[in-house]
């Protein structure tokens, strides 16, 4: 049973970038999909990024295609989200979710495993 951590979410002016990480306590994280998701206050949890087992496929919400990228370091047992041009819509709580399957997988429903979130901030 894999454990997920998030940190890096912090407050930030809008225009700014932010990396966020998801720290996975199961020693075969390479064989997870992994995804990002976000949930802003009143809203539902979106989907925002998601990568295969090897890192060698992702996936995107189209909306935030070429500002945020997704990769992962299976040999540390780590995946990131690097944010760029971060704008006010950004502010949100985001998770990270694992799924023992090839993916990507771009559905909340499809994971099973979810961290606890890291609260993202962005400010105009």
């Known amino acids: 049973q894999v454990q997920l951590v998030e940190s890096g979410g912090r407050w930030v002016q809008a225009g700014g970038s932010l990396r966020l990480s998801c720290a996975a306590s199961?020693?075969?994280?390479?064989?997870?999909?992994m995804g990002w998701f976000r949930q802003a206050p009143g809203k539902e949890r979106e989907f925002v990024a998601a990568?295969?087992?090897?890192?060698?496929?992702?996936s995107y919400a189209d909306s935030l295609a070429g500002r945020f990228t997704i990769s992962r370091h299976n040999a540390n047992d780590t995946m990131y989200l690097q944010m760029n041009i971060l704008k006010p819509e950004d502010t949100a709580v985001y998770y990270c979710?694992?799924?023992?399957?090839?993916?990507?997988?771009?559905?909340?429903?499809?994971?099973?495993?979810w961290g606890q979130g890291t609260q993202v901030t962005v400010s105009s």
């Open positions: 990568i295969s087992w090897s890192g060698g496929s992702s």
């Open positions: 199961e020693r075969t994280f390479r064989r997870y999909a």
């Open positions: 979710a694992a799924q023992p399957t090839i993916g990507p997988l771009s559905t909340a429903r499809d994971y099973y495993y």
